[in-house]
């Protein structure tokens, strides 16, 4: 906690270690309430840091010391100085061996950093900045070292786990077993790992391409050991990916996975020994849904792809996060397309972009994907740094095409390999690879906010020539005024009135990449017949806003023409927020609601159409949600919004209630379950039809849902119909539904946090007063990320209405768990407290009445670094 305000590090201020640490050895007595920690350093001078010898400071934060050794002389506490952040000790030579004795507190550590229990089970997280709450360290990425880790533990702890091979285990006198463990990979501190419990384990093996075996392990406790097959098979179909699309291929003997349930983020890296959120390797068809079987495969993958982007490479410093993140999430969405729908894959991961990091770099806490500074580095954990970061490299994909990426990615690889690096060293590796010019690309890096492209359009019948006028803008963010222009790859094609493409180029091509790099620009067409229509921005080509004035008409022709799916899928979503806007403006002018013909007409031809892939269906009839209604809107009246949306969907749903009912029926077949595209493209589209048909509240379509509750073979179906019965059902049965779903999965923690997050998301049943009593249910767990996530996530950011509440209620009692909450877990209270944060977008009296919970907030006393950065910059 601070006691003054805390300190901001600057990108700017970086300099090299004065120290480097070519050994560590690691020596672990574990016990809940005191571990002992030994540790053996052999530190030199860094050649590159200058003359002298400068004084060697170590990190270290919640450690009881005990002894310091220099070259096997014991030091006195007056020969090095003992400060809040760490250690100080002078120094007479330029090599030496530094011993360390210390002492921590795991079974107090609520904070889910540094070495923690979770359960009965000892485990570690150190990225960022959490080897130094387990011992004194330089803890700094560009700091790599050779570790070794021996594991002192009791018999109630029969697996000890550390990165690398295991080099040796035995007995103690007292009865206590070790292993020890060593790592081969120099590696920064943030990714080693300890992992100590009673725990079973599956066991597989993968053959590398150039024929090693690898011994692959997923550890977890007993209960849930039939839960691991699905990440088994995504992490074999990772490591053959990688090596298929990379040629990048694993470098040790063994590589294991272990689940936890305490776990403050979705999975963690360490060399050789991933750690997981429960949530996010553990399934079995009757437990997971279809998404959760998808969120493990791209989170096992992700966590993989590491190895070399941001293990075998990694970052020099905090600010270079990008580095590994943006490029490990390009890497494991290709791999999810790849392996499944490529199209939905990325409608997907757009809409996340667009509803939430949209919001972020127009919010208080917007930063480039390469920030300038920080106070507290967990806070920059954020969509902008692993989502526009990924879209960063995207375009670079994209601006260099498959082979010239690949060329660029070999040779970063390469050239990096064993180091700590930059962004740039990234970029300067793809341009050198290909002989290009990326400076101007660069300002992606370095500059913050969503660019807004406005495009309009000229055609001249007498000459044929079409121009495309497009004008580049980005708004103000905090600290960042003026803008200059980003290099834009726009990928675009034109289409005639038969809706086929129009040749762009000699070679016939129907669609090009134009590339935007200055503020106004015009892109001229020759030959043309007829005035065609355009399609902008096809699959996302970059991650900005394009404004074209289409009329309904030309949205739907998209809808049904356009030869890129992305795309037509994107016309139904401009179609859907222009009826929302008209029905938004509507209400807020007290005129009765009508929602357009036109959208129903077209709705009903697509929920017809038995030739376009369920899965686009399924995506263009889940109507834009309030969130990224929101995120459209100057300023947000949340009533409007809840109002229009609402009634969109109740007029659909009274619209298309046979066309509705015969697709259900026809795609509710049996058969087994498989997490493949297909079929999850099948149960979603009938599960959005049930959804639908229960929006009317008819007792037809709640007898469907029931019998679906009744009889589901999967989790998807029974968790689509719980749903619908909690959202829809009147009091007594959703009640009973409730009940019995609690009866059947309590003794199943992922099944659990569904069945908390459904009720805290449901406008309906999640109402302050539920909220509460969920919380003091006793699935529910204030020091379980998972189940915070669950209840108060949910309410605050998937329960619009009831967290828009006009009389400020949700606001408040968001502001209360932050206080409650970042007393255990700092890193969890500064994501509580973003739906908050921004309220100069809220219209009318929310934005007065959000601003006092945050402020209450603030003068609530003693705050963590992590709230106070993300409060005090929104208070601004
Ligand atoms: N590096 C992890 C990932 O994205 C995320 C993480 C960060 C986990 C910090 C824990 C703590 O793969
Ligand atoms: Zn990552």
């Known amino acids: 906690m601070q006691d003054t305000q805390p300190n901001t590090t600057y990108l700017k201020d970086y300099r090299v270690p004065d120290y480097l640490v070519d050994n560590t050895d690691l020596h672990f007595e574990l016990e809940a309430k005191v571990t002992q920690v030994r540790t053996r350093l052999k530190i030199r001078r860094n050649p590159k840091a200058g003359d002298g010898l400068p004084p060697l400071f170590l990190d270290g934060v919640d450690l009881q010391l005990f002894s310091v050794t220099l070259d096997g002389i014991a030091l006195s506490s007056t020969d090095y100085q003992e400060l809040p952040q760490g250690l100080s000790i002078p120094v007479e030579k330029p090599e030496f061996v530094l011993e360390i004795h210390n002492s921590i507190n795991p079974e107090e550590n609520t904070s889910l950093e540094g070495l923690y229990l979770s359960n009965k089970m000892y485990c570690t997280q150190c990225e960022a900045e959490g080897f130094r709450k387990i011992t004194f360290y330089p803890d700094r990425p560009d700091v790599m070292s050779k570790f070794t880790t021996t594991i002192v533990a009791s018999k109630d702890h029969p697996v000890l786990l550390s990165n690398g091979n295991e080099i040796g285990r035995g007995h103690c006198e007292d009865g206590r077993q070790f292993v020890t463990w060593e790592d081969p990979f120099p590696k920064p501190a943030y990714l080693f790992a300890l992992v100590a419990g009673n725990l079973e384990h599956v066991e597989d093996v993968f053959t590398t391409a150039r024929g090693r075996k690898v011994k692959l392990q997923i550890f977890t406790e007993a209960k849930n050991i039939g839960k691991c097959d699905h990440a088994m098979r995504s992490l074999k179909n990772a490591m053959r990916w990688d090596e298929e699309v990379y040629g990048r291929e694993y470098d040790l003997d063994i590589f294991m996975v272990v689940a936890v349930d305490h776990f403050n983020m979705g999975a963690m890296e360490n060399k050789g020994l991933n750690i997981f959120n429960s949530a996010c390797v553990l399934a079995s068809p009757e437990t997971a849904t279809d998404s959760a079987f998808q969120r493990i495969e791209s989170i096992v993958g992700h966590e993989y792809f590491h190895n070399w982007s941001g293990n075998r490479v990694t970052c020099r410093d905090w600010f270079q996060l990008s580095l590994k993140e943006g490029f490990t999430v390009f890497r ?194 020759n030959g043309l017949r007829e005035r065609p229509l355009p399609s902008l921005l096809r699959g996302f080509s970059a991650p900005v806003k394009v404004r074209y004035d ?327």
């Open 332 to 525: 494991d969405a290709e791999f999810s397309a790849d392996l499944n729908s490529r199209a939905v894959k990325r409608i997907e991961d757009v809409t996340l972009l667009r509803t939430n990091q949209f919001a972020e770099d127009a919010g208080p806490m917007a930063h480039p994907i390469r920030p300038d500074s920080y106070m507290e580095i967990s806070n920059f954990y954020t969509l902008t740094v692993y989502e526009k970061g990924a879209e960063v490299v995207r375009m670079i994909h994209t601006l260099l095409g498959a082979d010239g990426f690949r060329k660029g990615s070999d040779l970063y690889f390469e050239r990096h390999d064993g180091c700590a690096v930059t962004c740039e060293d990234f970029v300067r590796a793809m341009e050198d690879a290909n002989q290009v010019d990326l400076t101007q690309f660069r300002r992606w890096y370095s500059q913050a906010g969503t660019p807004v492209l406005d495009v309009t359009d000229q055609f001249d019948e007498s000459t044929g020539v079409y121009r495309l006028i497009v004008r580049q803008s980005c708004p103000v963010t905090p600290e960042q005024k003026d803008k200059l222009p980003f290099h834009i790859p726009f990928a675009m094609g034109l289409l005639d009135s038969t809706g086929s493409g129009i040749a762009l180029d000699k070679a016939g091509s129907t669609q090009l990449v134009l590339e935007i790099t200055e503020s106004e620009q015009v892109f001229e067409f």
């Open 550 to 876: 289409y009329s309904l008409e030309q949205l739907l022709f998209l809808m049904s023409h356009d030869s890129d799916t992305f795309n037509r899928w994107d016309a139904s979503q401009r179609f859907a927020f222009k009826a929302m806007n008209q029905l938004q403006s509507a209400y807020q002018e007290g005129l009765s609601l009508e929602l357009s013909p036109e959208l129903i007409v077209a709705y009903r031809n697509i929920l017809l159409n038995k030739e376009l892939d369920p899965a686009l269906v399924a995506e263009i009839m889940l109507l834009p949600s309030e969130h990224s209604i929101a995120e459209e809107s100057v300023s947000i009246d949340a009533e409007a919004i809840v109002a229009a949306r609402t009634f969109a969907r109740k007029s659909l749903s009274c619209a298309l209630i046979d066309e509705l009912k015969e697709r259900y029926a026809e795609l509710d077949i049996e058969r087994p379950y498989s997490p493949n595209a297909k079929d999850i493209a099948e149960r979603r589209l009938k599960n959005i039809c049930l959804e639908y048909l229960c929006v009317t509240e008819s007792a037809d379509a709640l007898d469907l849902a029931q019998c679906q509750f009744d009889s589901a073979g999967n989790m998807t179906d029974s968790a689509a119909a719980l749903s619908a019965l909690i959202n829809y059902g009147n009091d007594q049965y959703a009640e009973q539904a409730i009940h019995q779903f609690y009866d059947r999965w309590k003794e199943d923690t992922q099944v659990t946090e569904l069945w908390l997050a459904q009720q805290a998301c449901s406008a309906k049943r999640g109402t302050l007063n539920n909220i509460k009593a969920l919380m003091q249910h006793p699935a529910f767990e204030l020091k379980n990320p998972n189940k915070v996530r669950a209840v108060i996530g949910g309410f605050a950011n998937r329960n619009f209405q009831q967290f828009h509440k006009n009389d400020g209620s949700g606001f408040e009692f968001v502001a209360d768990q932050v206080i409650a909450l970042d007393k255990l877990n700092p890193q969890v209270a500064s994501r509580v407290v973003i739906p908050i944060t921004r309220w100069k977008k809220y219209s009318g009296e929310l934005a007065g009445k959000m601003k006092a919970a945050l402020l209450r907030v603030s003068n609530s006393g003693e705050l963590s670094k992590d709230v106070y950065e993300v409060v005090s910059k929104s208070l601004v």
